[in-house]
């Protein structure tokens, strides 16, 4: 089976700040790669999909990237409502999470 | 807009049975695919399987076959996971997700969710 892993487990950063999230695979994976964020007490929200294309709604600083093993999340500043947890998603397998505080 | 509405929390008791409604509004329901994932406390979100909407087919993880079962009732709008021989490590948060593409087969990604419910399974 195909593990995600994230790194780093935790970001501390500051509002203006870029931050960049990485998502490796165990094996090459197809583009659908997807990230989420979440907060303390809600659902996760649909961020990206198909590793570079942003959901409805999501804004321009949020941008994803990768290929094959290596894919990345970056939140070009952020914003105070950025700060939460981010997982990767690829088919039926999720990674387990960077937490971007404060 | 879309919305996926959830049943509201539950405790068991460990052997026992629960069953997690969603609803679904704002979008023609049999078109796409809902799947139910569960996020237990500090644990990564794990998926348990799907439910085709328009025929009834399902697909479920290896980790829970022959304990889950997905139903739905179409002109409701509303999915139905059934999970039994409860125990403590299912404690968790579940949730029902719509598949981000249309008429698809797989767990390609989830662009909408339920607000989840939590289930306690507690002696």
């Known amino acids: 089976d195909i593990v995600l892993t994230q790194t780093p487990a935790t970001l501390s950063l500051s509002p203006g700040e870029r931050a960049t999230l990485s998502c490796r695979a165990s094996q090459s994976v197809s583009s659908y790669l997807a990230w989420y964020q979440q907060k303390p007490g809600q659902a996760p929200r649909l961020l990206i999909y198909d590793t570079s294309n942003r959901a409805t709604g999501i804004p321009a600083r949020f941008s994803g990237s990768g290929s094959g093993t290596d894919f990345t999340l970056t939140i070009s500043s952020l914003e105070p409502e950025d700060f939460a947890v981010y997982f990767c998603?690829?088919?039926?397998?999720f990674g387990g999470g960077t937490k971007v505080e404060i | 807009q879309v919305q996926l509405v959830q049943s509201g929390a539950d405790v068991k008791k460990p052997g026992a049975s629960v069953r997690v409604s969603c609803k679904a509004s704002?979008?023609?329901?049999?078109?796409?695919?809902l799947h139910w994932m569960r996020q237990a406390p500090g644990q990564r979100l794990e998926w348990m399987g799907w439910i085709n909407p328009g025929n009834g087919n399902t697909k479920y993880s290896q980790k829970f076959q022959g304990r889950i079962t997905m139903t739905r009732h179409t002109s409701a709008s509303t999915v139905y996971m059934d999970l039994s021989s409860l125990r403590s490590e299912d404690t968790a948060v579940y949730y029902c997700a719509r598949d981000g593409i249309a008429d698809s087969w797989h767990e390609d990604w989830f662009d909408s969710w339920g607000q989840g419910t939590l289930v306690t399974v507690s002696s």
């Open positions: 704002g979008y023609m329901f049999i078109t796409y695919t």
């Open positions: 998603q690829q088919r039926s397998i």
